[in-house]
Structures are given as C-alpha cells and as structure tokens.
C-alpha cells in the first residue's frame, strides 16, 4: 500500500509560479512510475506529468510542456510539480498518483491516488 499526501496549492496570479509536493509513504515505493493529474471543475481528470522513480526520466501533456517541471527527491520520497508560466487553464486540482504501469498516461492505471490540492490561477 502507497500513502500519497500532496501540498503546495494555491491562488497563484497569471504568469506566476507556484511548486506542489507530494509525500509518499508505504512498502515498495520504489518500484512505482508516478505522474500528475488534474481536474478542472466539470471537466475529467487528465494526465498533467509522468516521472519515473528510478530513472526520473519525464513525460508532460503538451499543454504543459515547456512550463511545468517534475522532479523526484528518491531520499525522502517526495515528488514535485514545479508550475511556470501560470494560465487561468490550469486552475484545477492537481492529484499525485503512482501505479505499476511505465509511463502510463491513463488514470485507469494508476494505483494510489492522493487527496488532492487546489490551484487557482487567477487572471
């Protein structure tokens, strides 16, 4: 069982930054690709960042790329989601989760979810 607890969110102006984390606990961390969703209000939760563990190779939804950054700090079983460049769009909640499946982009494979945390982006 993997226990993921994210924090960081916020109300962030246009353009502006903001950084999320993700504390995770639980047996076998190790051994899971982890990635970012969101959900904005009335909309399905989509793939935001996908991080290997063990490689911290990266996979970013083109909406992203170029303004988000994910990072893993493997010592103290943390994830990041460095947020750039801020858009109105992106305000949504931002979900942590790790699964089994290498480089998934689908929520369905993904195991372990946390609470979420809000992001407001306001313009």
């Known amino acids: 069982q993997v226990q993921l607890v994210e924090s960081g969110g916020g109300l962030v102006q246009a353009g502006g930054s903001a950084r999320l984390s993700c504390a995770a606990s639980?047996?076998?961390?190790?051994?899971?690709?982890c990635g970012w969703f969101r959900q904005a209000p009335g909309k399905e939760r989509t793939f935001v960042a996908g991080i290997s563990r063990s490689s911290s190779s990266t996979d970013y939804a083109n909406s992203v790329k170029g303004r988000f950054t994910a990072s893993t700090d493997n010592a103290k079983n943390t994830l990041f989601l460095l947020m750039n460049s801020l858009k109105s769009e992106d305000t949504a909640i931002y979900y942590c989760a790790c699964g089994s499946v290498y480089a998934s982009r689908r929520r369905q494979e993904y195991n372990y979810w946390g609470q979420g945390t809000q992001v407001t982006v306001s313009s």
């Open positions: 639980g047996r076998a961390f190790s051994n899971y690709f």
